[in-house]
């Protein structure tokens, strides 16, 4: 079934757009969520409350890309799921290990000031995305948006964990050199 159809679906209150939703994206929304949270059931938990967002969300949004919507939704409410689980401590799945990763490429602050900082710095990692040659994108995208673990991707792509590793390592300190740059580290 067409995307558009699925939304359709939704926006109808057909009860069988989550059917249609979880057949087509459950598998992706299940690994966003697994990468994040390393817990089966806590993931599927996730994906169930993804739905129920989707659910509550459609007559108001009519997304193009319902993939990449219900990844979004899924992958925030995984994070959420980890912040609560992990207030005191830092632990398990990918999240706080891409955080780290990605620490000296992002600015510091609180506050309105940020807010506007990270629309800009949004739009300027955009920029840097586009300009990345595909392979090296993906890869960069598999681990900083869908919080992939190493290994998983360089199985994917066909690379040593050691040569996905270098590339990633590679990418953040290109990242960081043009976010500096722009003025924005």
């Given at each position: 079934?067409l995307?558009?159809q699925?939304?359709?679906?939704?926006?109808?209150?057909d009860?069988?757009?989550?059917?249609?939703?979880?057949?087509?994206?459950?598998?992706?929304c299940?690994?966003?969520?697994n990468?994040?949270?390393?817990?089966?059931?806590?993931?599927?938990?996730?994906?169930?409350?993804?739905?129920?967002?989707?659910?509550?969300?459609?007559?108001?949004?009519r997304?193009?890309?319902?993939?990449?919507?219900m990844?979004?939704?899924?992958r925030?409410?995984?994070?959420?799921?980890?912040?609560?689980?992990?207030?005191?401590?830092?632990?398990?799945?990918?999240?706080?290990?891409?955080?780290?990763?990605?620490?000296?490429?992002?600015?510091?602050?609180q506050?309105?000031e940020?807010?506007?900082?990270?629309?800009e710095l949004?739009?300027?990692?955009?920029?840097f995305?586009a300009?990345?040659?595909?392979?090296?994108?993906?890869?960069?995208?598999s681990?900083?948006?869908?919080?992939?673990p190493?290994?998983e991707?360089a199985?994917?792509v066909?690379?040593?964990?050691?040569?996905?590793?270098?590339l990633?390592?590679?990418?953040?300190?290109?990242?960081e050199?043009?976010l500096?740059?722009?003025?924005?580290?």
């Amino acid at each position: 079934m067409l995307d558009s159809q699925i939304v359709e679906l939704y926006w109808q209150r057909d009860e069988s757009a989550i059917s249609q939703t979880d057949t087509k994206y459950g598998g992706l929304c299940r690994s966003i969520s697994n990468n994040i949270l390393r817990s089966y059931d806590e993931s599927e938990e996730c994906v169930n409350d993804s739905y129920l967002s989707a659910w509550n969300s459609m007559p108001t949004e009519r997304p193009e890309r319902l993939g990449a919507y219900m990844g979004k939704i899924v992958r925030n409410i995984s994070i959420s799921r980890l912040r609560q689980k992990t207030a005191d401590k830092r632990g398990g799945g990918e999240y706080p290990i891409c955080l780290e990763e990605l620490r000296d490429c992002a600015g510091r602050g609180q506050g309105p000031e940020r807010e506007l900082e990270l629309t800009e710095l949004t739009e300027h990692i955009d920029k840097f995305l586009a300009g990345l040659k595909e392979q090296e994108r993906d890869i960069f995208v598999s681990r900083y948006w869908y919080m992939a673990p190493v290994d998983e991707i360089a199985e994917k792509v066909g690379f040593s964990y050691s040569k996905t590793a270098s590339l990633l390592h590679r990418t953040r300190k290109k990242l960081e050199l043009y976010l500096r740059r722009e003025g924005l580290i």
